[in-house]
């Protein structure tokens, strides 16, 4: 295993350990990456053990069906989600892996952890809300069934088998699943066999007490659940009486409130659909505090490959405008000499005709990837080069204006700023980006990448570069000078032909091609698995 493949691993095992607690809905379980230590919930009576995992392993090992894989699906708390996604930020400064955080609903966020070198990457799926039982009537979420797992330690568990079974039914159903799919079938056998097996141990029925509702019982009725489970299987549909018996058996067991579809969360759907980025973007912002080196990363990619990226600078935005021009004339001799005050001043305005300028070039597209040496967000942050940064009163214009591009955020060491710029201190460079990274995750929606740029040019372009691919769903062609290994440079995987949708039906094992271009296989190996080709 190369030294960037480890270090991804190395990020997956304190993924096992954090102060978080997340439900695996299904797939092989992720504590069969590793032994079991005190720090890994070992499964209870009544669920899956991991001797007998929901899916077996094609490749024999766990750490690649999961790197380079099928996304991890996790139910947790907004809490947790925030506690996983500050402890992705730390993997990135400390150099183990890049991260990317998408957001297309409040109730989900993807993210995924690449390697240094961008090659391999692990995809999971962070559910706050699940709406998919009882076709989208319901939701289920951790805190409603949370007294499930009083008996239980560790970050990530698993559902007792019963709801385990249930839940994927439902989940079958909600999607739209096609049931004589190779993996589906392997899945409900696997689930069928864990439920005869728990039948034989289960004698008396486990009565749960759960906070604020009555205490309730998980029947000893696997044998049912299995036979259910085989004739799905058999039959290749899902009847209605099976479908009506797996939502009985979930109500018993948690609490599932109503998916409140209101006319509110229409309109908010609409202004989140109003900022969302396109669904093959042809802009990207590449931003970071000064001298975190996004310039130079931007103009190195532009000029090696000419046909698939262009540069532009930010400022440019507003400062080739007409009334901007005739203000630095006219109004900043009156009230300062500086133009990095003067446009701190004018931050407000500045900004909105910066989103203005930007939504025109988003319509117009391009084969090309514009990569932007800045992000909208950096017009609303003042005080910079100070010990104290902050983004300005007017941030709440963020919220009804300026289209959310996908932002690549360059978190670099302050030791290699310094070198750079002198002018910029220690506190303020952690409060930029530590102020960045907290703004763009917790925003929907978002499509956010924190890249470590602590390394030489020559190791940050073809990591950068298979990123960008990744996030702008095209097919990027590697130059001759960036060589990739042999092994890696043919590895195809499922590809996803767009954005995840809001709720998760992105559609997987397709190929498709956009504006007469292949789009990128997000499943791939080393730079989207294309041969070393001239740009």
């Not at 990226?309 to 440019?316: A, E, I, N, Q, V």
């Not at 940064?389 to 310094?418: K, Q």
């Not at 990128?520 to 294309?530: A, F, I, K």
Request: glycine share 6%.
């Amino acid at each position: 295993m190369d030294g960037s493949k480890s270090d991804l691993v190395e990020c997956l095992t304190e993924l096992l350990s954090g102060p978080w607690r997340f439900v695996q809905l299904r797939g092989e379980p992720l504590s069969a990456l590793f032994t079991k230590s005190e720090n890994i919930d070992t499964p209870n009576s009544h669920s899956i053990d991991s001797n007998d995992s929901i899916e077996e392993s094609e490749n024999g090992s766990v750490a690649d069906t999961i790197i380079n894989g099928d996304d991890i699906d996790l139910l947790g708390t907004r809490e947790s989600v925030d506690q996983l996604l500050e402890a992705s930020q730390r993997w990135v400064k400390e150099g183990l892996c890049h991260v990317r955080v998408f957001a297309a609903r409040p109730g989900k966020v993807e993210l995924t952890l690449f390697s240094r070198d961008g090659r391999n990457r692990a995809v999971f799926d962070l559910w706050i809300e699940l709406p998919q039982i009882d076709r989208g009537r319901r939701v289920l979420r951790f805190d409603d069934c949370e007294s499930l797992f009083e008996n239980s330690s560790g970050s990530i568990l698993r559902f007792p088998i019963e709801v385990e079974a249930c839940v994927y039914l439902h989940h079958l159903i909600c999607k739209r699943k096609k049931l004589e799919d190779d993996r589906v079938q392997r899945r409900l056998a696997s689930l069928s066999r864990a439920c005869q097996s728990l039948s034989e141990k289960v004698a008396e029925p486990l009565e749960v007490t759960g906070e604020g509702h009555a205490p309730f019982r998980i029947r000893n009725g696997y044998d049912d659940l299995a036979t259910m489970l085989d004739q799905v299987r058999t039959d290749k549909r899902i009847a209605a009486k099976v479908e009506s018996e797996s939502l009985r058996r979930l109500q018993e067991t948690i609490r599932l409130p109503v998916n409140k579809n209101t006319v509110g969360s229409v309109f908010k759907r609409l202004a989140e659909a109003w900022l969302a980025a396109p669904r093959k973007p042809s802009l990207i912002s590449v931003m970071g505090c000064d001298g975190a080196g996004k310039t130079t990363l931007i103009e190195s990619l532009s000029e090696e490959s000419p046909k698939q990226f262009r540069s532009l600078t930010g400022k440019h935005l507003y400062r080739k405008s007409i009334v901007y021009k005739l203000a630095v004339v006219f109004v900043r001799p009156l009230v300062t000499r500086c133009r990095e005050r003067f446009d701190e001043i004018l931050a407000p305005v500045l900004y909105v005709r910066a989103a203005a300028s930007l939504r025109w070039k988003t319509l117009l597209g391009t084969r090309r990837v514009t990569l932007m040496d800045r992000s909208l967000m950096d017009f609303l942050y003042v005080n910079r080069k100070t010990d104290s940064p902050s983004f300005c009163r007017s941030v709440w214009l963020s919220s009804l204006f300026g289209r959310r591009i996908p932002v690549i955020h360059c978190h670099v060491a302050f030791e290699n700023v310094a070198r750079r710029k002198q002018e910029i201190t220690r506190r303020g460079h952690a409060a930029y980006d530590r102020d960045m990274f907290s703004y763009f995750v917790r925003q929907v929606p978002v499509d956010y990448v924190a890249f470590n740029n602590d390394g030489s040019l020559e190791e940050a372009k073809p990591a950068l570069r298979s990123i960008i691919g990744h996030v702008s769903n095209r097919l990027m062609t590697v130059p001759l000078s960036e060589s990739v290994p042999e092994e890696s440079s043919l590895t195809q995987l499922p590809f996803r032909t767009d954005s995840p949708s809001d709720n998760g039906t992105a559609k997987r094992g397709d190929s498709s091609t956009i504006d007469g271009e292949s789009s990128l296989d997000s499943r791939r190996g080393p730079e989207g698995g294309v041969p070393n080709a001239a740009a």
